[in-house]
Nanobody
Framework: QVQVAESGGRLVQAGGSLKLSCTVS????????MGWFRQAPGKQREAMAC????????FYGESAKGRFTMSRDNALNTAFLQMNDLNPEDTAMYYC???????????????????????WGQGTRVTVSS
């Protein structure tokens, strides 16, 4: 059974930083493209970032560019999302996603991710106070 599990979400003050982690079980982590999405209350789900199986390709959504960095450590079976200079508009549930694929394109950021990504975590909540 495939399980995607996020961690690291919490309450943080505006201007602060946070690093989210994501682990996957039931699949070979090094075979997976990984990504992060978020959904704020009353808003559509949006893509934050995605990374290829070996970390050589990364794509960022507009809201993430310049402040967020996605990385992975295949030895630890973990993907990360480093978030800096957070503001209240970053308050959302953050979801980790996984997909068994070798190639990666900017299509990984398309729409709400439902068609592209097969495996989703339950989410970790990030709240940024002003």
């Amino acid at each position: 059974q495939v399980q995607v599990a996020e961690s690291g979400g919490r309450l943080v003050q505006a201007g602060g930083s946070l690093k989210l982690s994501c682990t996957v079980s039931g699949l070979t982590f090094a075979d997976l493209a990984m990504g992060w999405f978020r959904q704020a209350p009353g808003k559509q789900r949006e893509a934050m970032a995605c990374i290829s199986w070996n970390g050589s390709k990364k794509f960022y959504g507009e809201s993430a560019k310049g402040r967020f960095t996605m990385s992975r450590d295949n030895a630890l079976n973990t993907a990360f999302l480093q978030m800096n200079d957070l503001n209240p508009e970053d308050t959302a549930m953050y979801y980790c996603v996984a997909e068994e694929r070798v190639s990666l394109s900017s299509e990984c950021l398309t729409g709400d991710g439902a068609e592209y990504w097969d495996h989703w975590g339950q989410g970790t909540r990030v709240t940024v106070s002003s």
